[in-house]
T-cell receptor, first 113, second 114 residues
Framework: GENVEQHPSTLSVQEGDSAVIKCTYS??????FPWYKQELGKRPQLIID?????GEKKDQRIAVTLNKTAKHFSLHITETQPEDSAVYFC????????????FGSGTRLQVQP | DSGVTQTPKHLITATGQRVTLRCSPR?????VYWYQQSLDQGLQFLIH???????AKGNILERFSAQQFPDLHSELNLSSLELGDSALYFC?????????????FGSGTRLTVV
């Protein structure tokens, strides 16, 4: 898509708590929404993704929800652990225009032990 | 190891110079994407190649160019370098043209312009 807004920019939680990161997209033609985790000094790694024909997807402690009407999607991490500390990026892809992933600005998650 | 290989890992060069960054995609992947990540910034899309052909351009400066070769490896050429070009440059690959299913990123090339 053209623009993806991500909030919050930083998030600190206690170990065991849940964390939620939200993204808003602008292009109604967006059809794919992945989330990436980037640990310090390392490459971004895909952790979960969702396509536009699905409202929710879960994988163990992480889940993604999509609200196409409101054009937003969220990452939910439950029972957070210190190793979840990283920068998380949302992204979207549209079927029009450049068709490459557009990334949000990232959320730095800190899980306090 | 993600299967996407980027070389070199680090590069230090002077302003005005020209450098070439290299990327070998994961075996079987036909698409290569280049992204720039400045300090504490997000990932800015530069360019996408699929099976040797340019598919899309993002915020790529005219001083930058890229190509994908018949063996599917790609090179990103950065010329007339400026201090502001210092960044981490990632390439990523995907199986198809559309990138559905996500990208696999390489470890990046950290470029420092002095």
């Amino acid at each position: 898509g053209e623009n993806v807004e991500q909030h919050p920019s930083t998030l600190s939680v206690q170990e065991g708590d849940s964390a939620v990161i939200k993204c808003t997209y602008s292009d109604s033609a967006s059809n794919y929404f992945p989330w990436y985790k980037q640990e310090l000094g390392k490459r971004p790694q895909l952790i979960i993704d969702i396509r536009s024909n699905v409202g929710e997807k879960k994988d163990q402690r992480i889940a993604v929800t999509l609200n196409k009407t409101a054009k937003h999607f969220s990452l939910h991490i439950t029972e957070t652990q210190p190793e979840d500390s990283a920068v998380y990026f949302c992204a979207d892809r549209t079927d029009t225009g450049r068709r490459a992933l557009t990334f949000g600005s990232g959320t730095r998650l800190q899980v306090q032990p | 190891d993600s299967g996407v290989t980027q070389t070199p890992k680090h590069l230090i060069t002077a302003t005005g110079q020209r450098v070439t960054l290299r990327c070998s995609p994961r075996s079987g992947d036909l698409s290569v994407y280049w992204y720039q990540q400045s300090l504490d910034q997000g990932l800015q899309f530069l360019i996408h190649y699929y099976n040797g052909e340019e598919r899309a351009k993002g915020n790529i400066l005219e001083r930058f160019s890229a190509q994908q070769f018949p063996d599917l490896h790609s090179e990103l050429n950065l010329s007339s370098l400026e201090l502001g070009d210092s960044a981490l440059y990632f390439c990523a690959s995907s199986v198809g043209r559309q990138g559905l299913g996500g990208y696999t990123f390489g470890s990046g090339t950290r470029l420092t312009v002095v």
